[in-house]
């Protein structure tokens, strides 16, 4: 009887992950909501600016969790700001500890001089080409993860760029959705020089989108259960967790710098955790897992929040009556002339 | 910062005009919020508007009383009614009061249930506010009448004891230094009413912590002679619906008149801005609900036809009265007796 030699097969290296952010109303609370905000946010020092709440733990534990993993990791920023503000982001994101590997700023000056007043308010062409320009550099196999705001058109450019990726937009109907939105037609026959050069994947693992404006959750409906508006970071933390991105440390690390030095309380970050759960966008099981973890550690309140426990019957019924959905459409082709319309007729 | 318990289920328009004003006092206020009811109904409405997910607790329950139902066979029979649950949640120490647009009979029987009546009161009372002509700077645009229906008949002690919550609330709430509180009679004289009137009277004529005014008669109602007015539940009940039915009149018999004469009509549109001054000031949203007062805990009752501005103001009311104190300060002003 030949003996069969069993070989331990070496794990499979991990894909590399690349993690892309976008800036303002993303990384930093910038205040464009008025004039005087707008006008003052190139002339802030970098100790002026603030990050948004947890974002920068959070943008450390990825790097770290990655590195710990062995796990190829890349983090990249995006802003339609001009580069002219880049050397006081940099230094704030020095001051923060975020080790980055390519930040891309929108060139005003370039459209002002050229006369193309509208290209300076319009970022999805911006936003979209440089997208892709930097996926032509990056391994194929790699996935992706990305973060934006609910501001402007976030949750439609990280859309259309994951649909472009994965091949479910063909080149030709570009023109039908990036014309619509205003977007320059030099820009647009980028894209699609671009689109066409990627070998089709579905490699945007999860969108992100920080509720800033407290949209209301059901106009990110129709994006799909690939893109999750978080209310906190906490709760994008919770996410990343399911997903592998983060451990429980590290949760607890976005968790106590909220609390440390943002004034949550552990029952504003139990509310956010049962919210999360409640929107579809985690699973109770890992809720569950993440609870236990940071009751231990004090961060969220001792007890349960259900301090009055329904009858077995009335649990029962619960279980037996049918839910009202609450979880986020099913994964179909998205609309994207709709979808569009309608995103922009709600800004 | 206070919790506050809300019956999502309980009101007219409930659960979505209840779950709007939850979610409005989650963007503008830090007012921890917990809305009890249906999980999945209260979420599916969440997810249509602006909210702060940080500030809104979910505490499922599916019963719920109907407006029309028996208050008693109801709170008998369903015992995780939203009403009864949110009570509960404030006995236990997981808030600190409730707010309900639902039934009032079975919110006044859910505090009784839930909540311990305060050390040396007889009897809890539901009070009602609402609006009056003013007579000095600062005065309260709303006047609280109590009890309107917690009661049927009182003694005179009874009747004492309104008084000093009643003046104690409206310190914390209106914050009028020293409210005015009068006693509902058919005559201003000390002998008129009765022998609990009567005595009610003499007894409140020697108390030096309340800004006693004496009697008013109900054409004094509507002015602002007292901030306070303490009668019995029946009593006060007729006077609460003669004043809502007396509005609904006035209402009826002006769109009556607009539309059988053009020059009622036109005149009627050159008052609109000063009814529409009329209407704010007398708008029920505005000042969001009146409390049962007698407990250890409070509860905030909002008007059935409730809107999410209602609730807003009513969630609003109830931290404040949280804040300030209002039953501690009851408290002590019956140990005073």
């Known amino acids: ?347 | 910062m206070p919790t506050i318990a809300v019956d999502a289920m309980g009101g007219d328009f409930a659960p979505e005009e209840i779950v709007n004003g939850v979610a409005q006092a989650s963007l503008s206020t830090e007012i921890q919020c917990i809305l009890v009811g249906d999980e999945s109904q209260i979420q599916a409405l969440l997810n249509d508007v602006a909210y702060n997910p940080e500030h809104i607790r979910i505490h499922h329950t599916r019963d719920f009383i109907g407006m029309a139902a028996d208050p008693k066979t109801s709170v008998r029979q369903k015992r995780h009614a939203s009403i009864l649950v949110a009570a509960r949640l404030v006995a236990d120490g997981q808030a600190d009061a409730v707010v309900t647009a639902g039934n009032t009979g079975a919110a006044v029987l859910a505090c009784a249930q839930h909540f311990k009546t305060i050390r040396g009161v007889r009897k809890a009372a539901l009070a009602s506010v609402y609006p009056r002509q003013t007579e000095y700077p600062g005065q309260d645009q709303l006047a609280l009448l109590l009890d309107v229906g917690a009661t049927i008949r009182c003694d005179a002690t009874e009747l004492v004891q309104f008084a000093l919550m009643g003046s104690a609330y409206a310190r914390g709430v209106s914050k009028v230094p020293s409210p005015r509180v009068a006693l509902l009679n058919m005559g201003t004289e000390e002998t008129k009413g009765g022998d609990a009137l009567v005595h009610a009277y003499r007894r409140l004529k020697t108390i030096s912590g309340i800004n006693f005014v004496g009697n008013i008669e109900g054409n004094d109602l509507a002015k602002g002679k007292a901030d306070v007015i303490v009668c019995e539940g029946l009593l006060g009940n007729v006077v609460l619906k003669l004043l809502e039915g007396l509005a609904d009149v006035v209402v009826d018999l002006a769109g009556t008149a607009a539309r059988e004469n053009w020059r009622w009509k036109l005149g009627l549109m050159m008052l609109a801005s000063g009814f529409g001054r009329l209407r704010d000031l007398t708008d029920y949203a505005a000042y969001g609900g009146a409390p049962v007062l007698g407990f250890e805990h409070l509860l905030i009752k909002s008007h059935g036809r409730s809107t999410a501005r209602a609730i807003l103001n009513a969630i609003k009311v109830a931290a404040k009265a949280v804040r300030d104190g209002v039953t501690r300060e009851i408290s002590t002003a019956i140990d005073q007796l």
């Open chain 1, 1 to 347: 009887m030949a003996l069969r030699r069993t070989r331990r097969r070496a794990p499979e290296p991990l894909a590399p992950i690349i993690y892309r952010w976008d800036l303002d109303k993303t990384y930093l609370k910038s205040e464009f909501d008025s004039l005087r905000g707008l006008i003052r946010v190139p002339f802030e020092k970098p100790q002026d600016k603030v990050a948004v709440p947890g974002v920068a733990p959070l943008i450390r534990s990825l790097r770290e969790v990655a590195v710990d993993a062995q796990r190829p990791v890349r983090i990249y920023f995006m802003s339609a700001s001009p580069p002219q503000i880049a050397k006081a982001i940099k230094q704030k994101l020095a001051m923060d500890g975020i080790e980055y590997d390519g930040i891309v700023f929108k060139n005003q000056l370039q459209h002002l001089m050229r006369g193309k007043f509208r290209n300076l308010r319009e970022h999805v062409g911006f936003k979209l080409t440089e997208l892709l320009k930097s996926r032509q550099h990056m391994p194929a196999e790699s996935r992706e993860v990305l973060f934006g705001d609910d501001w402007e058109s976030d949750p439609i450019i990280y859309s259309l760029y994951a649909d472009m990726l994965a091949g479910g937009i063909a080149t030709d109907n570009l023109d039908g959705i990036l014309g619509p939105i205003g977007v320059d037609r030099r820009l647009v026959a980028l894209a699609k020089e671009l689109a066409a050069a990627v070998v089709p994947a579905d490699v945007v693992q999860r969108i992100f989108i920080n509720i800033e404006r407290r949209t209301p959750p059901k106009d990110f409906r129709a994006f799909g259960p690939r893109l999750v508006p978080s209310f906190n970071y906490f709760q994008t933390a919770a996410c990343l967790f399911e997903e592998g991105h983060l451990t429980l440390p590290a949760v607890a690390a976005v968790a106590e710098s909220l609390i440390g030095g943002s004034g949550y309380s552990p029952a504003r970050l139990a509310n956010s955790l049962a919210d999360v759960v409640r929107r579809g966008h985690l699973r109770p099981a890992s809720a569950m897992t993440l609870r236990g973890y940071l009751q231990t550690r004090k961060l969220l309140p001792e007890h349960a929040p259900d301090g009055v426990r329904p009858s077995l019957w009335e649990r029962l019924k619960r279980r037996l009556q049918p839910q009202v959905s609450t979880a986020p459409a099913s994964p179909e082709a998205i609309n994207y002339e709709t979808l569009i319309a309608h995103w922009r007729a709600a800004r």
